[in-house]
């Protein structure tokens, strides 16, 4: 694991990365800055390049901010070499203690009900939780949905800083053809729009009469995370119901699992990504763990598996 700043004396970090990865194509590199909109933009360009991951620098020195970089760190190198969670003071022991790396496996699509259907009632919403691995992963999702999914919105928390959420939305924008969009409070949901959990905020969805709206808010980190993706799976869970299909990619720890159980007792579906194709098997082996899955596939096949089910059941 190596953790490469951006801004560097001779030869800066977007410059040394692909000397790196040509030298050690198998190493897991973090690249570390400050959170300026220009190097969030070169940290999102990072991780096309074959950056694994990113992570802000503290502004201070001191306090509170200081013990989170050391936390966020710890956590990602440990989950980057396989090791599962660090357990720390506050964490309880049986979600954060540290469990053996085993052999990733490909596991495929699930018997399905109703002839192959998600639910032949139709689809009205696609929501999309992620982390560590998540902007390479949405990338590709999205650009295999080009031309797809207008009639429906579409939900993503990725766990990023704020200004980072700024440039995913750019690049969903591109990889989609679809207009993507930090959420924003009291926007009205729209079809064929993709909507982002700004950083630092929770998003969640909410009827108002015959409309449905976004609505964002910095109630308490869940699972160490904000935005988290639990609270807009729970919210869109009551809003959508069975028409919902929730999908977890790549990511550390268990954020959306809760929120999973919330879309499966209400009849939604849940999707995962295969343990072979992700960055991180954290948040995908929960939700599969717990049961909750009708469909683990590799990253490649979930977007023609999600257009054939929206597409095939209006």
């Given at each position: 694991?190596?953790?490469?700043?951006?801004?560097?004396?001779?030869?800066?970090?977007?410059?040394?990365?692909?000397?790196?990865?040509?030298?050690?194509?198998?190493?897991?590199?973090?690249?570390?800055?400050?959170?300026?909109?220009?190097?969030?933009?070169?940290?999102?360009?990072?991780?096309?390049?074959?950056?694994?991951?990113?992570?802000?620098?503290?502004?201070?020195?001191?306090?509170?901010?200081?013990?989170?970089?050391?936390?966020?760190?710890?956590?990602?190198?440990?989950?980057?070499?396989?090791?599962?969670?660090?357990?720390?003071?506050?964490?309880?022991?049986?979600?954060?203690?540290?469990?053996?790396?085993?052999?990733?496996?490909?596991?495929?699509?699930?018997?399905?009900?109703?002839?192959?259907?998600?639910?032949?009632?139709?689809?009205?919403?696609?929501?999309?939780?992620?982390?560590?691995?998540?902007?390479?992963?949405?990338?590709?999702?999205?650009?295999?949905?080009?031309?797809?999914?207008?009639?429906v919105p579409v939900f993503i928390?990725?766990?990023?800083?704020?200004?980072?959420?700024?440039?995913?939305?750019?690049?969903?924008?591109?990889?989609?053809?679809?207009?993507?969009?930090?959420?924003?409070?009291?926007?009205?949901?729209?079809?064929?729009?993709?909507?982002?959990?700004?950083?630092?905020?929770?998003?969640i969805a909410e009827r108002a009469?015959?409309?449905?709206?976004?609505?964002?808010?910095?109630?308490?980190?869940?699972?160490?995370?904000?935005?988290?993706?639990?609270?807009?799976?729970?919210?869109?869970?009551?809003?959508?119901?069975?028409?919902?299909?929730?999908?977890?990619?790549?990511?550390?720890?268990?954020?959306?699992?809760?929120?999973?159980?919330?879309?499966?007792?209400?009849?939604g579906s849940v999707l995962a990504?295969?343990?072979?194709?992700?960055?991180?098997?954290?948040?995908?082996?929960?939700?599969?763990?717990?049961?909750?899955?009708?469909?683990?596939?590799?990253?490649?096949?979930?977007?023609?598996?999600?257009?054939?089910?929206?597409?095939?059941?209006?």
């Amino acid at each position: 694991v190596i953790l490469l700043d951006i801004e560097m004396p001779v030869m800066d970090g977007i410059t040394a990365l692909p000397e790196l990865v040509k030298v050690a194509p198998k190493a897991k590199i973090i690249m570390a800055s400050t959170l300026t909109l220009r190097n969030a933009a070169v940290s999102m360009q990072a991780l096309s390049l074959g950056a694994t991951d990113y992570l802000t620098k503290p502004t201070s020195k001191v306090g509170g901010e200081v013990a989170l970089f050391y936390r966020e760190l710890i956590t990602k190198i440990y989950a980057l070499m396989g090791r599962g969670l660090p357990v720390f003071a506050d964490a309880k022991p049986e979600v954060a203690a540290p469990v053996a790396a085993a052999p990733k496996t490909v596991m495929r699509v699930s018997p399905l009900p109703f002839g192959g259907k998600l639910n032949p009632m139709g689809l009205h919403a696609l929501a999309i939780a992620s982390s560590t691995g998540g902007p390479q992963a949405l990338m590709q999702f999205f650009g295999q949905i080009k031309g797809h999914l207008a009639h429906v919105p579409v939900f993503i928390t990725q766990h990023m800083p704020p200004t980072f959420t700024t440039i995913l939305a750019e690049q969903v924008s591109k990889a989609s053809g679809h207009t993507a969009t930090e959420a924003k409070e009291g926007m009205e949901v729209k079809p064929g729009t993709i909507y982002i959990a700004p950083g630092d905020y929770h998003m969640i969805a909410e009827r108002a009469d015959t409309r449905v709206v976004v609505r964002i808010n910095q109630n308490p980190p869940e699972n160490f995370c904000r935005p988290a993706a639990d609270p807009m799976l729970r919210s869109l869970a009551q809003v959508y119901g069975s028409h919902l299909v929730a999908m977890v990619l790549t990511g550390m720890g268990q954020d959306g699992m809760e929120g999973a159980k919330d879309v499966v007792n209400k009849g939604g579906s849940v999707l995962a990504q295969d343990e072979a194709s992700c960055v991180v098997y954290g948040m995908p082996k929960a939700v599969v763990e717990n049961g909750l899955c009708k469909v683990v596939l590799p990253l490649a096949e979930l977007a023609p598996f999600v257009i054939q089910q929206f597409e095939g059941a209006r």
